[in-house]
Every structure is written in C-alpha cells, then in structure tokens.
C-alpha cells in the first residue's frame, strides 16, 4: 500500500507556494486557495492529495512490469532528484538538456546513444590508447557531450509508454513532443502552468527541492510496487 503524503506533510515539503498572482495560468484557478501570502499564490493541498491519489491508481491499474516512464526534469532544484528517483526503478531519465526529437525523431537520437555505448566500450578496452593526447582529448570531450545529452536514456530501446515531467514550462519542447505522439504524461503543475496539457496534472509547488522529492518519491514507490 503507497503512503500519499498528508496535508500537513504537502505542507512541510513547501508543496503550497505557487508563483507570484501576476503569473497565474487561468486553467490553475480551481486548484488554487482564494486567499494569498502576499503576492504569491497559496495552492490547496486538499487537491494536491487528490491527484496523487490519482496519480498513484492509475499507475497502479495501467503500469505494466515491463513499461517505461521517462522521468524529465533539467531546471537545477530537479536535477538530481530525478536522477535518484528514476536510477531507483531502472528508468530512463532526462536531467541536463532536452534535445529537440527526443521523443518525434528518437531514430536519430538512438543513432547517438548507440554512438555512445560504443565509444564508452572503445576506452573501457584501451582503444584510445592508440591516438595521440589531442586526440583522445577530443574524444573525451565528445564523450562527455553525449554523456549530458543521451546518458540518461542510454537504455530506452523504444518509446516510453508515460512521461513524468517536473515543471511543464521548462519543459515544454518534451510536453508538446509527448502530446503529438499522445503518449500519457504525469507532472507537477505549478500556478503558472496549463494542467490541461497533462493527462494527471499534480498541482504543487515545482521550484522547491522538497516539494519535488516528495512528490517524485511518492510516484517511485507507486512504481516499485509494480515491478515487484
């Protein structure tokens, strides 16, 4: 049985704090407290508790063994709680930069994770060894970029079944590549963002560390009762 977090708990993590008023995205209203701390939106937790609870049926009803869910987050507070979390159930991840395709012309981004298995494998066996310094500088150098652009999808074989994105405006290139392949995704939806643009919206505060780790760990344990 998965732990949703409690109100109190949503409270702690700064689950509450949205954006300043003047950046309210109309469609946020209804997940919104009427009153304000100051300028700044108060989301209703009573809703945040909702759609985890949702959250955490629909994975718990339609994620098979075997599906995949990309987790997306690459603003600095997201990093490496997506890292974690995602390298936690064996997931692909997406923490540095989304590349344009990622998802629309995945042939072509497979054509460079296969490009880097193969120069991981070529130094791990001393094929470097053969080139000159400037040389295998270079290569480090071409290492270390498709390290940061594919290293966290280096697995994903295929297209993910689901997306769980953090921050739907940092990532709108992965929404918008998701939608048109209508492949489902689940997010944390700040006051400044269009819920409709998900299939399971989660209304919370996406800039704070805390209030992403709890909400991330609370969607891994979900999934880890799958694989079980």
Same mark, same amino acid.
Request: glycine share 4%.
């Given at each position: 049985?998965?732990?949703?977090?409690?109100?109190? @708990?949503?409270?702690?993590?700064?689950? =509450? &704090?949205? =954006?300043?008023?003047?950046?309210? =995205?109309?469609?946020?209203?209804? &997940?919104?407290?009427?009153?304000?701390?100051?300028?700044?939106?108060?989301? !209703?937790?009573?809703?945040?508790?909702?759609?985890?609870?949702?959250?955490?049926? +629909?994975?718990?009803?339609?994620?098979?063994?075997?599906?995949?869910?990309? +987790?997306?987050?690459?603003?600095?507070?997201?990093? @490496?709680?997506?890292?974690?979390?995602?390298?936690?159930?064996? $997931?692909?991840?997406?923490?540095? =930069?989304?590349?344009?395709?990622?998802?629309?012309? +995945?042939?072509?981004?497979?054509?460079? /994770?296969?490009?880097?298995?193969? $120069?991981?494998?070529?130094?791990?066996?001393?094929?470097?060894?053969?080139?000159?310094?400037?040389?295998?500088? !270079?290569?480090?150098?071409?290492?270390?970029?498709?390290?940061?652009?594919?290293?966290?999808?280096?697995? $994903?074989?295929?297209?993910?079944?689901?997306?769980? /994105?953090?921050?739907?405006?940092?990532?709108?290139?992965?929404?918008?590549? #998701?939608?048109?392949?209508?492949?489902?995704?689940?997010?944390?939806?700040?006051?400044?963002?269009?819920?409709?643009?998900?299939?399971?919206?989660?209304?919370?505060?996406?800039?704070?560390?805390?209030?992403?780790?709890?909400?991330?760990?609370?969607?891994?344990? #979900?999934?880890?009762?799958?694989?079980?």
């Amino acid at each position: 049985m998965i732990k949703i977090p409690t109100e109190e @708990e949503l409270l702690l993590a700064a689950c =509450h &704090f949205g =954006h300043r008023s003047g950046k309210t =995205h109309p469609k946020m209203k209804p &997940f919104l407290q009427k009153k304000k701390s100051g300028t700044v939106n108060l989301i !209703d937790l009573t809703k945040t508790v909702d759609a985890l609870k949702k959250v955490v049926d +629909f994975i718990s009803k339609s994620f098979k063994k075997e599906d995949v869910i990309l +987790f997306v987050g690459t603003k600095p507070p997201a990093k @490496e709680i997506i890292k974690k979390y995602a390298e936690e159930v064996n $997931m692909p991840y997406v923490n540095e =930069h989304w590349i344009g395709g990622t998802l629309t012309n +995945f042939s072509t981004i497979s054509k460079s /994770i296969e490009k880097y298995k193969k $120069m991981i494998k070529e130094k791990e066996q001393g094929e470097w060894e053969k080139y000159t310094k400037k040389e295998q500088i !270079d290569l480090e150098r071409e290492l270390e970029r498709l390290e940061k652009n594919v290293g966290g999808i280096k697995n $994903m074989t295929a297209l993910p079944n689901f997306l769980y /994105i953090v921050d739907l405006v940092e990532e709108k290139t992965a929404v918008r590549e #998701a939608n048109r392949l209508k492949i489902p995704i689940i997010a944390i939806v700040d006051s400044n963002a269009n819920p409709d643009l998900v299939d399971y919206p989660i209304p919370a505060n996406d800039d704070a560390i805390k209030s992403i780790d709890t909400i991330t760990k609370t969607i891994t344990e #979900a999934i880890k009762e799958k694989q079980k």
